[in-house]
Protein backbone atom coordinates (compact mmCIF):
# COMPACT_ATOMS: atom_id res chain seq x y z
CA UNK A 1 0.00 0.00 0.00
CA UNK A 2 1.79 3.21 -1.29
CA UNK A 3 1.68 6.06 0.87
CA UNK A 4 1.49 9.50 -0.98
CA UNK A 5 -0.54 12.26 0.05
CA UNK A 6 -4.18 11.84 1.16
CA UNK A 7 -6.98 13.02 -1.38
CA UNK A 8 -10.72 12.33 -1.83
CA UNK A 9 -11.84 9.27 -3.24
CA UNK A 10 -13.06 9.48 -7.12
CA UNK A 11 -16.96 11.03 -7.59
CA UNK A 12 -17.34 8.15 -9.95
CA UNK A 13 -19.32 5.60 -7.46
CA UNK A 14 -19.83 1.56 -7.96
CA UNK A 15 -22.84 -0.27 -7.15
CA UNK A 16 -21.89 -3.93 -6.98
CA UNK A 17 -25.22 -4.42 -6.16
CA UNK A 18 -26.81 -2.96 -9.56
CA UNK A 19 -28.15 -5.14 -12.10
CA UNK A 20 -25.85 -2.99 -14.56
CA UNK A 21 -22.46 -3.67 -12.62
CA UNK A 22 -23.38 -7.86 -12.15
CA UNK A 23 -23.66 -7.82 -16.00
CA UNK A 24 -20.75 -5.86 -16.91
CA UNK A 25 -18.61 -6.12 -14.28
CA UNK A 26 -14.92 -6.91 -16.42
CA UNK A 27 -15.56 -3.33 -17.86
CA UNK A 28 -15.82 -1.66 -14.20
CA UNK A 29 -12.55 -3.21 -13.99
CA UNK A 30 -10.90 -2.10 -16.30
CA UNK A 31 -12.23 1.32 -15.45
CA UNK A 32 -11.04 1.08 -11.75
CA UNK A 33 -7.77 -0.14 -13.07
CA UNK A 34 -7.35 2.89 -15.20
CA UNK A 35 -8.78 5.44 -13.03
CA UNK A 36 -10.11 4.87 -9.42
CA UNK A 37 -7.50 1.53 -7.71
CA UNK A 38 -9.31 2.88 -4.79
CA UNK A 39 -13.07 3.97 -4.98
CA UNK A 40 -16.17 4.32 -2.91
CA UNK A 41 -19.09 2.76 -3.84
CA UNK A 42 -22.52 0.62 -2.43
CA UNK A 43 -22.74 -2.62 -1.65
CA UNK A 44 -26.48 -3.32 -1.29
CA UNK A 45 -26.96 -0.73 1.81
CA UNK A 46 -23.36 -0.23 3.38
CA UNK A 47 -21.11 2.36 1.72
CA UNK A 48 -17.30 0.47 0.95
CA UNK A 49 -14.26 1.32 -0.25
CA UNK A 50 -13.31 -1.11 -3.42
CA UNK A 51 -9.81 -2.33 -3.87
CA UNK A 52 -9.07 -3.38 -7.44
CA UNK A 53 -4.82 -3.68 -7.70
CA UNK A 54 -3.61 -6.90 -7.02
CA UNK A 55 -0.88 -5.38 -5.05
CA UNK A 56 -3.29 -3.29 -2.97
CA UNK A 57 -5.58 -6.39 -2.67
CA UNK A 58 -2.76 -8.56 -1.21
CA UNK A 59 -1.68 -6.13 1.20
CA UNK A 60 -4.95 -5.64 2.79
CA UNK A 61 -5.62 -8.94 3.04
CA UNK A 62 -2.51 -9.47 5.26
CA UNK A 63 -2.54 -5.24 7.11
CA UNK A 64 -3.66 -6.45 10.74
CA UNK A 65 -5.44 -2.60 10.66
CA UNK A 66 -7.83 -4.71 8.16
CA UNK A 67 -10.09 -6.88 10.43
CA UNK A 68 -13.12 -8.89 9.77
CA UNK A 69 -14.78 -8.37 13.38
CA UNK A 70 -16.71 -4.85 12.91
CA UNK A 71 -16.73 -4.60 16.50
CA UNK A 72 -12.96 -4.41 16.98
CA UNK A 73 -13.12 -1.54 14.44
CA UNK A 74 -16.35 0.43 15.59
CA UNK A 75 -17.14 -0.58 18.83
CA UNK A 76 -20.80 -1.39 17.69
CA UNK A 77 -22.35 -4.88 16.37
CA UNK A 78 -20.92 -6.91 13.87
CA UNK A 79 -23.37 -5.97 11.27
CA UNK A 80 -24.70 -2.16 10.59
CA UNK A 81 -27.77 -3.50 11.43
CA UNK A 82 -29.20 -5.18 14.66
CA UNK A 83 -30.06 -8.62 14.99
CA UNK A 84 -31.55 -11.03 16.87
CA UNK A 85 -29.63 -13.38 19.79
CA UNK A 86 -30.39 -16.32 18.27
CA UNK A 87 -28.75 -15.07 15.32
CA UNK A 88 -25.50 -14.36 16.63
CA UNK A 89 -24.28 -17.67 14.80
CA UNK A 90 -25.24 -17.23 11.22
CA UNK A 91 -22.39 -13.75 11.84
CA UNK A 92 -19.96 -15.22 14.03
CA UNK A 93 -18.16 -17.22 11.80
CA UNK A 94 -14.28 -18.38 11.17
CA UNK A 95 -14.71 -16.03 8.22
CA UNK A 96 -16.13 -12.85 10.33
CA UNK A 97 -13.56 -13.44 13.23
CA UNK A 98 -9.75 -12.75 13.65
CA UNK A 99 -6.77 -13.91 15.52
CA UNK A 100 -6.74 -15.64 17.80
CA UNK A 101 -10.56 -16.75 17.67
CA UNK A 102 -10.05 -17.04 13.52
CA UNK A 103 -6.73 -19.15 14.49
CA UNK A 104 -8.02 -21.91 17.03
CA UNK A 105 -11.26 -22.32 14.99
CA UNK A 106 -9.75 -23.33 11.40
CA UNK A 107 -7.05 -25.14 13.47
CA UNK A 108 -10.02 -27.51 14.62
CA UNK A 109 -11.48 -27.76 11.22
CA UNK A 110 -8.20 -27.84 9.39
CA UNK A 111 -7.29 -31.25 9.48
CA UNK A 112 -10.22 -32.62 7.49
CA UNK A 113 -8.39 -30.76 4.55
CA UNK A 114 -5.40 -31.92 4.71
CA UNK A 115 -3.51 -33.91 1.31
CA UNK A 116 -3.79 -37.17 3.22
CA UNK A 117 -7.82 -36.58 3.81
CA UNK A 118 -8.64 -35.72 0.46
CA UNK A 119 -6.55 -38.22 -0.80
CA UNK A 120 -9.11 -40.46 0.28
CA UNK A 121 -11.78 -38.55 -1.71
CA UNK A 122 -10.46 -38.85 -5.40
CA UNK A 123 -11.77 -42.35 -5.60
CA UNK A 124 -15.35 -41.57 -4.39
CA UNK A 125 -15.75 -38.22 -6.61
CA UNK A 126 -14.10 -40.21 -9.66
CA UNK A 127 -16.91 -42.51 -9.04
CA UNK A 128 -19.44 -39.62 -8.70
CA UNK A 129 -18.95 -38.36 -11.59
CA UNK A 130 -19.54 -40.90 -13.53
CA UNK A 131 -22.88 -41.95 -11.75
CA UNK A 132 -24.01 -38.35 -12.49
CA UNK A 133 -23.43 -38.67 -16.26
CA UNK A 134 -24.58 -41.99 -16.78
CA UNK A 135 -28.33 -40.32 -15.51
CA UNK A 136 -27.41 -37.32 -17.74
CA UNK A 137 -26.52 -39.56 -20.76
CA UNK A 138 -30.02 -40.37 -20.78
CA UNK A 139 -31.22 -37.28 -21.49
CA UNK A 140 -28.38 -36.16 -23.51
CA UNK A 141 -29.52 -32.43 -23.53
CA UNK A 142 -29.30 -31.12 -19.02
CA UNK A 143 -28.71 -28.26 -17.03
CA UNK A 144 -25.55 -28.69 -15.90
CA UNK A 145 -25.88 -27.37 -13.08
CA UNK A 146 -28.11 -29.20 -11.53
CA UNK A 147 -27.22 -32.54 -13.70
CA UNK A 148 -23.37 -32.12 -12.40
CA UNK A 149 -22.16 -29.17 -10.95
CA UNK A 150 -24.24 -28.95 -8.06
CA UNK A 151 -24.10 -32.63 -7.00
CA UNK A 152 -20.77 -33.20 -6.90
CA UNK A 153 -19.90 -30.98 -3.91
CA UNK A 154 -23.05 -31.13 -1.96
CA UNK A 155 -23.26 -34.87 -2.03
CA UNK A 156 -19.32 -34.52 -1.16
CA UNK A 157 -19.66 -32.47 1.66
CA UNK A 158 -22.64 -33.99 2.59
CA UNK A 159 -20.57 -37.20 3.07
CA UNK A 160 -17.86 -35.72 4.88
CA UNK A 161 -20.64 -33.98 7.54
CA UNK A 162 -22.17 -36.59 7.75
CA UNK A 163 -25.40 -34.85 7.13
CA UNK A 164 -28.15 -37.42 5.80
CA UNK A 165 -29.27 -37.15 1.81
CA UNK A 166 -32.41 -36.86 3.37
CA UNK A 167 -32.03 -33.53 5.42
CA UNK A 168 -29.94 -32.03 2.55
CA UNK A 169 -32.76 -30.55 0.06
CA UNK A 170 -33.85 -29.01 3.41
CA UNK A 171 -29.98 -27.49 4.39
CA UNK A 172 -29.76 -26.33 0.73
CA UNK A 173 -32.88 -24.51 0.55
CA UNK A 174 -32.13 -22.57 3.47
CA UNK A 175 -28.74 -21.96 2.49
CA UNK A 176 -29.51 -20.58 -0.78
CA UNK A 177 -31.37 -18.10 0.73
CA UNK A 178 -28.82 -17.07 2.97
CA UNK A 179 -26.10 -16.73 0.03
CA UNK A 180 -28.82 -15.34 -2.72
CA UNK A 181 -31.60 -13.37 -0.22
CA UNK A 182 -29.29 -10.04 0.98
CA UNK A 183 -30.20 -7.90 -2.20
CA UNK A 184 -33.07 -5.21 -1.68
CA UNK A 185 -36.29 -5.65 0.48
CA UNK A 186 -34.93 -10.28 0.32
CA UNK A 187 -33.12 -9.48 3.40
CA UNK A 188 -35.92 -8.85 5.49
CA UNK A 189 -37.48 -12.49 4.60
CA UNK A 190 -33.50 -13.54 4.88
CA UNK A 191 -33.33 -12.18 8.41
CA UNK A 192 -36.36 -12.94 9.60
CA UNK A 193 -37.19 -16.28 8.18
CA UNK A 194 -34.58 -18.26 6.25
CA UNK A 195 -31.93 -17.40 8.85
CA UNK A 196 -33.85 -18.84 12.36
CA UNK A 197 -35.15 -21.76 10.28
CA UNK A 198 -31.49 -22.49 8.94
CA UNK A 199 -30.24 -21.82 12.60
CA UNK A 200 -32.50 -24.78 14.29
CA UNK A 201 -32.03 -27.16 11.36
CA UNK A 202 -27.92 -27.00 12.17
CA UNK A 203 -28.83 -27.49 16.25
CA UNK A 204 -30.71 -30.56 15.37
CA UNK A 205 -28.07 -31.62 13.47
CA UNK A 206 -25.36 -31.19 16.27
CA UNK A 207 -27.58 -32.74 18.94
CA UNK A 208 -28.69 -36.03 16.31
CA UNK A 209 -24.24 -36.07 16.52
CA UNK A 210 -24.20 -36.11 20.08
CA UNK A 211 -26.67 -38.71 20.49
CA UNK A 212 -25.09 -40.65 17.80
CA UNK A 213 -21.80 -40.06 17.03
CA UNK A 214 -19.86 -41.16 13.92
CA UNK A 215 -16.98 -41.01 11.65
CA UNK A 216 -17.32 -37.19 10.11
CA UNK A 217 -16.18 -33.47 10.29
CA UNK A 218 -19.38 -32.40 12.47
CA UNK A 219 -18.85 -35.41 14.90
CA UNK A 220 -14.96 -34.43 15.30
CA UNK A 221 -15.95 -30.95 15.70
CA UNK A 222 -18.21 -31.84 19.01
CA UNK A 223 -15.35 -33.82 20.11
CA UNK A 224 -12.63 -31.53 19.83
CA UNK A 225 -10.60 -29.63 22.05
CA UNK A 226 -7.50 -27.29 21.71
CA UNK A 227 -5.71 -26.28 24.46
CA UNK A 228 -8.29 -28.43 26.50
CA UNK A 229 -11.12 -26.29 24.94
CA UNK A 230 -14.29 -27.08 23.41
CA UNK A 231 -16.24 -25.18 20.89
CA UNK A 232 -19.31 -23.70 22.35
CA UNK A 233 -22.43 -24.01 21.12
CA UNK A 234 -22.64 -20.91 19.08
CA UNK A 235 -19.25 -22.09 17.36
CA UNK A 236 -20.78 -25.08 16.55
CA UNK A 237 -23.46 -23.79 14.43
CA UNK A 238 -21.60 -21.32 13.05
CA UNK A 239 -18.91 -23.61 11.84
CA UNK A 240 -21.54 -26.00 10.44
CA UNK A 241 -23.38 -23.69 8.75
CA UNK A 242 -20.06 -21.94 7.23
CA UNK A 243 -18.49 -25.70 5.97
CA UNK A 244 -22.04 -26.52 4.14
CA UNK A 245 -22.19 -23.65 2.16
CA UNK A 246 -18.42 -23.24 1.91
CA UNK A 247 -18.14 -26.97 1.04
CA UNK A 248 -20.77 -26.56 -2.34
CA UNK A 249 -21.22 -22.86 -2.91
CA UNK A 250 -17.86 -22.20 -4.58
CA UNK A 251 -17.53 -25.06 -6.23
CA UNK A 252 -20.59 -25.55 -7.80
CA UNK A 253 -20.16 -22.17 -10.21
CA UNK A 254 -16.29 -23.09 -10.71
CA UNK A 255 -17.26 -26.56 -11.89
CA UNK A 256 -19.99 -24.80 -14.57
CA UNK A 257 -17.58 -20.99 -15.00
CA UNK A 258 -14.95 -23.85 -16.16
CA UNK A 259 -17.10 -25.68 -18.58
CA UNK A 260 -18.64 -22.44 -19.83
CA UNK A 261 -15.16 -20.78 -20.39
CA UNK A 262 -13.65 -24.05 -22.08
CA UNK A 263 -16.54 -24.29 -24.74
CA UNK A 264 -15.80 -20.73 -25.24
CA UNK A 265 -12.65 -21.05 -26.10
CA UNK A 266 -12.54 -24.45 -28.23
CA UNK A 267 -8.41 -24.37 -29.25
CA UNK A 268 -8.06 -24.37 -25.77
CA UNK A 269 -10.15 -26.91 -24.91
CA UNK A 270 -8.62 -29.26 -27.61
CA UNK A 271 -5.20 -28.34 -25.63
CA UNK A 272 -6.44 -29.75 -22.59
CA UNK A 273 -8.21 -32.89 -23.96
CA UNK A 274 -4.93 -33.95 -26.07
CA UNK A 275 -2.51 -33.43 -22.48
CA UNK A 276 -3.94 -33.53 -19.41
CA UNK A 277 -0.91 -32.35 -17.54
CA UNK A 278 -2.20 -29.18 -18.53
CA UNK A 279 -5.80 -29.84 -16.33
CA UNK A 280 -3.91 -28.07 -12.95
CA UNK A 281 -2.81 -24.65 -15.06
CA UNK A 282 -6.16 -24.79 -16.87
CA UNK A 283 -7.96 -24.91 -13.15
CA UNK A 284 -5.67 -21.72 -11.48
CA UNK A 285 -6.61 -19.65 -15.33
CA UNK A 286 -9.93 -20.19 -14.88
CA UNK A 287 -9.94 -19.11 -11.36
CA UNK A 288 -8.24 -16.34 -12.63
CA UNK A 289 -10.50 -15.55 -15.49
CA UNK A 290 -14.00 -16.83 -14.60
CA UNK A 291 -13.43 -17.72 -11.25
CA UNK A 292 -16.87 -17.74 -9.07
CA UNK A 293 -16.03 -15.47 -6.11
CA UNK A 294 -15.13 -11.96 -7.08
CA UNK A 295 -15.01 -10.20 -3.64
CA UNK A 296 -14.20 -10.87 -0.37
CA UNK A 297 -16.38 -10.32 3.32
CA UNK A 298 -16.01 -6.88 4.38
CA UNK A 299 -12.89 -5.76 6.20
CA UNK A 300 -13.31 -2.62 8.84
CA UNK A 301 -10.29 -0.70 9.28
CA UNK A 302 -9.24 -0.01 12.94
CA UNK A 303 -7.84 3.20 12.71
CA UNK A 304 -7.51 5.71 9.90
CA UNK A 305 -5.39 4.70 6.84
CA UNK A 306 -4.24 5.42 3.72
CA UNK A 307 -4.24 3.42 0.31
CA UNK A 308 -3.13 4.84 -2.60
CA UNK A 309 -3.05 8.39 -0.81
CA UNK A 310 -6.98 8.02 -0.58
CA UNK A 311 -7.66 8.23 3.33
CA UNK A 312 -10.02 5.13 4.84
CA UNK A 313 -11.57 6.55 8.14
CA UNK A 314 -11.44 4.45 11.18
CA UNK A 315 -14.53 1.91 10.56
CA UNK A 316 -14.97 2.12 7.48
CA UNK A 317 -15.73 -1.26 5.36
CA UNK A 318 -13.24 -1.80 2.85
CA UNK A 319 -13.40 -4.61 0.15
CA UNK A 320 -10.88 -6.33 -1.87
CA UNK A 321 -12.11 -7.46 -5.31
CA UNK A 322 -10.82 -10.33 -6.12
CA UNK A 323 -11.94 -10.59 -9.48
CA UNK A 324 -10.34 -7.03 -10.69
CA UNK A 325 -7.10 -7.97 -9.00
CA UNK A 326 -7.30 -11.21 -11.33
CA UNK A 327 -7.23 -8.89 -13.89
CA UNK A 328 -4.75 -6.20 -13.37
CA UNK A 329 -2.67 -5.78 -16.38
CA UNK A 330 0.43 -4.98 -13.97
CA UNK A 331 0.42 -8.45 -12.72
CA UNK A 332 -1.07 -10.36 -15.81
CA UNK A 333 -0.01 -9.96 -19.24
CA UNK A 334 -3.25 -9.53 -21.51
CA UNK A 335 -5.63 -10.41 -18.73
CA UNK A 336 -8.35 -10.67 -20.89
CA UNK A 337 -7.06 -13.45 -23.06
CA UNK A 338 -7.72 -16.99 -21.49
CA UNK A 339 -4.71 -19.07 -22.09
CA UNK A 340 -4.23 -22.31 -20.10
CA UNK A 341 -0.84 -22.51 -20.36
CA UNK A 342 -0.19 -18.54 -18.99
CA UNK A 343 2.58 -18.43 -17.07
CA UNK A 344 2.06 -19.07 -12.79
CA UNK A 345 1.24 -16.57 -10.92
CA UNK A 346 -0.87 -16.50 -7.92
CA UNK A 347 -4.69 -15.96 -8.54
CA UNK A 348 -6.55 -14.55 -5.83
CA UNK A 349 -9.59 -16.81 -6.81
CA UNK A 350 -9.36 -18.21 -3.00
CA UNK A 351 -8.71 -15.19 -1.45
CA UNK A 352 -4.91 -14.84 0.80
CA UNK A 353 -3.54 -14.44 3.87
CA UNK A 354 -5.41 -15.83 7.10
CA UNK A 355 -8.63 -16.00 5.38
CA UNK A 356 -7.70 -18.20 2.27
CA UNK A 357 -10.25 -20.80 1.72
CA UNK A 358 -9.71 -23.36 4.06
CA UNK A 359 -11.35 -26.16 1.03
CA UNK A 360 -9.41 -24.42 -2.13
CA UNK A 361 -7.21 -27.78 -2.38
CA UNK A 362 -10.99 -29.94 -1.96
CA UNK A 363 -12.42 -27.30 -4.49
CA UNK A 364 -9.85 -27.59 -7.20
CA UNK A 365 -9.64 -31.39 -6.99
CA UNK A 366 -13.35 -31.90 -7.56
CA UNK A 367 -13.15 -29.00 -10.99
CA UNK A 368 -10.12 -31.54 -12.03
CA UNK A 369 -12.02 -34.42 -11.63
CA UNK A 370 -15.31 -33.10 -12.59
CA UNK A 371 -13.32 -31.80 -15.84
CA UNK A 372 -11.53 -34.88 -17.11
CA UNK A 373 -14.57 -37.26 -16.49
CA UNK A 374 -16.91 -34.73 -18.57
CA UNK A 375 -14.72 -34.35 -21.70
CA UNK A 376 -13.51 -38.08 -21.42
CA UNK A 377 -16.97 -39.25 -22.05
CA UNK A 378 -18.54 -36.12 -23.89
CA UNK A 379 -15.51 -34.54 -25.88
CA UNK A 380 -17.99 -32.98 -28.77
CA UNK A 381 -20.36 -31.59 -26.50
CA UNK A 382 -21.65 -28.07 -26.62
CA UNK A 383 -24.09 -25.42 -25.22
CA UNK A 384 -27.52 -26.47 -25.96
CA UNK A 385 -28.52 -22.10 -26.23
CA UNK A 386 -26.16 -19.29 -27.59
CA UNK A 387 -24.15 -18.01 -24.93
CA UNK A 388 -25.67 -14.96 -25.34
CA UNK A 389 -28.82 -15.49 -23.67
CA UNK A 390 -26.77 -17.55 -20.27
CA UNK A 391 -27.92 -14.91 -17.58
CA UNK A 392 -26.18 -14.31 -14.62
CA UNK A 393 -27.33 -14.66 -11.06
CA UNK A 394 -27.60 -11.25 -9.64
CA UNK A 395 -25.27 -11.42 -7.02
CA UNK A 396 -23.00 -8.73 -5.78
CA UNK A 397 -19.46 -9.82 -6.21
CA UNK A 398 -20.22 -13.08 -7.44
CA UNK A 399 -19.98 -14.55 -11.28
CA UNK A 400 -22.55 -16.89 -11.17
CA UNK A 401 -25.07 -18.71 -14.00
CA UNK A 402 -28.77 -19.13 -13.63
CA UNK A 403 -28.60 -22.33 -15.70
CA UNK A 404 -25.76 -24.04 -18.38
CA UNK A 405 -28.34 -26.09 -20.76
CA UNK A 406 -25.87 -28.71 -22.78
CA UNK A 407 -25.97 -31.05 -25.60
CA UNK A 408 -23.80 -34.28 -24.25
CA UNK A 409 -23.74 -35.89 -27.30
CA UNK A 410 -24.89 -33.45 -30.47
Keep these: MSRRATHEVPRLSVNVTSRQFIEDKFRYYRWMHEEAPVCQGRLSVLRVFFLAGYDDCVSALRDPRLVRNRTTATGGGRL ?53 LDEAERRNTVDLIQAYSLPIPVTVIREMLGVDEADM ?44 PRDDILTGLIQAETDGEKLSREELVSMAILLIVA ?56 EDIEIRGVRIPKGAPVIPILGAANRDPAVFANPEVFDIRRPPKKQLGFGHGPHHCLGAALARMETRVALKTLFERFPNMRLAVPAGELKLQSLPLWHRYERLPVVLRP
Design 80 to 132: PLPLPKGLTPMISSMITNDDPVHRRQRTLVAKAFTPRALGKLSERIEALTHEL
Design 169 to 212: PKFRSGLRALSEGFNGWAILRTLLFDMPRTVALVEELIERKRSD
Design 247 to 302: GYETTVHLITNAVLTLLQHPEQLEALKGDTTLLDPAVEEILRYAGPVHGTKPNYAV
